[in-house]
């Protein structure tokens, strides 16, 4: 009889809650939403033909799409260009904006936390360490094998983030199985990148100036610099990880009002966290493996669409996350590149100058911080 109570009482918190969102919305519901969806869609694509325009060599838009069409550019090295740099480039753009904004807003919503991100449970400090072990320390084992790899190559950055990814994912798997509070895995997680980080610091404090440079070179971030061979294994595994979060919008819907909530409604708390966990790790750990760790969107791409939406649910939320931040990475990548010039910028730099303040100014301007959670 409680449990009925109970269930019943949670039922008219929900359609209470769902009922001042609604009001509060200029979307009624789902109504208009699909239509601000395919909005989004619109200017992602947008977006990319623009990533495909612009650069040191500006291309026309209209030979852009003349060559994507299997048509013949005015320019030979037209086609070259789009093919061979700016399409692999401008694709893992959208793939990673995708998954951080969605790992993000997974993230969120596991540990209720606004400020909690993709990295929260140390997958970037493990791929950091990865990378940091190999350029720090292979150099010093075999000059050799250094030189071979060209300064530790692509090929050579993306195995070694992935292990050591892969490696705090395993054990973050492992530890959500085991703990029974979010919070607690929260803390584990935090704890897991303060150690890396540690290792990686005086792995640096130790190593001479080349392998230094070359380790920073990574952290600064790019989509550059991933092959179509390596786009057969990035792009599966991003799309296996945002499947699996749709597969989970219902527990993270029955997460927004805390575990009592979702656990009161039949959901199995241990193995939903275990699955939302896996997805977000994932996505994050591809993305920091192949693009280097990128700040920022993983944090405030969840915000923007909460505040465009006005919605905590993540029927739309995540299609928008995976939208928005698309959008989000192929614009900081074009900033990046300073269209017209020879000139390539941080663009970790590039997400935080540009997008810390809009987001701080929307917050602010919409009162975000009052029901981060719709709730």
């Given at each position: ?5 109970s269930?019943?009482r ?7 809650t769902s ?11 789902l ?30 838009l209209?030979?852009v ?18 093919f ?19 790992s ?42 250094l030189?071979v ?36 895995l ?23 100036a ?10 600064f ?9 390596q786009m ?16 989970l ?17 039949g959901l ?20 920091t ?19 465009l ?5 993540h029927?739309?939320?995540?299609p928008?996350?995976a939208?928005?931040?698309?959008t ?13 010039t ?10 935080a ?18 029901g981060?959670?719709?709730?």
């Amino acid at each position: 009889m409680h449990q009925v109570e109970s269930e019943l009482r949670m039922a008219e918190i929900t359609r209470s809650t769902s009922e001042t969102t609604a009001a509060a919305s200029p979307w009624p519901r789902l109504g208009l939403r699909p239509l601000a969806l395919v909005v989004m869609f619109g200017v992602v694509v947008g977006a990319f033909l623009l990533s495909l325009s612009l650069g040191s060599v500006r291309i026309p838009l209209e030979q852009v799409l003349t060559i994507l069409l299997g048509g013949e550019a005015e320019r030979a090295t037209w086609r070259t260009i789009v093919f061979d740099f700016r399409l692999p480039k401008a694709l893992t753009a959208t793939l990673a904006g995708a998954a951080l904004g969605v790992s993000g807003l997974q993230m969120q919503t596991l540990f209720r936390n606004p400020l909690a991100d993709p990295f929260v449970l140390g997958v970037s400090s493990g791929a950091s360490l990865g990378v940091a072990l190999v350029v720090l320390t292979v150099g010093a084992a075999n000059n050799t094998l250094l030189a071979v790899a060209g300064l530790l190559g692509n090929l050579s950055l993306v195995a070694a983030a992935s292990l050591g990814a892969g490696a705090v994912l395993i054990l973050v798997l492992a530890l959500a199985r085991r703990v029974q509070s979010s919070v607690t895995l929260l803390i584990l997680g935090l704890m897991i990148g303060y150690l890396t980080s540690a290792i990686v610091s005086l792995l640096l404090y130790f190593s001479i100036a080349e392998r230094i440079q070359a380790y920073v070179a990574w952290s600064f971030g790019s989509f550059g610099g991933v092959t179509w061979t390596q786009m057969r294994v990035l792009a599966p595994t991003i799309l296996a990880g945002l499947l699996l979060a749709l597969v989970l919008t219902k527990a993270l819907n029955a997460l927004l009002l805390g575990e009592a909530y979702a656990r009161s409604m039949g959901l199995d708390i241990r193995r939903a966290r275990v699955g939302i966990v896996a997805s977000g790790a994932v996505l994050a750990g591809a993305v920091t493996a192949f693009c280097g760790p990128i700040a920022f969107l993983g944090i405030a791409i969840p915000h923007l669409c909460r505040a465009l939406l006005r919605s905590a649910d993540h029927r739309v939320l995540i299609p928008a996350c995976a939208l928005v931040g698309a959008t989000a990475a192929l614009l900081a990548d074009l900033v990046a590149q300073a269209p017209g010039t020879n000139v390539v910028l941080p663009l970790n730099a590039i997400t935080a100058l540009v997008g810390a303040p809009v987001v701080v100014w929307i917050i602010l301007r919409r009162g975000v911080g009052r029901g981060t959670f719709g709730v």
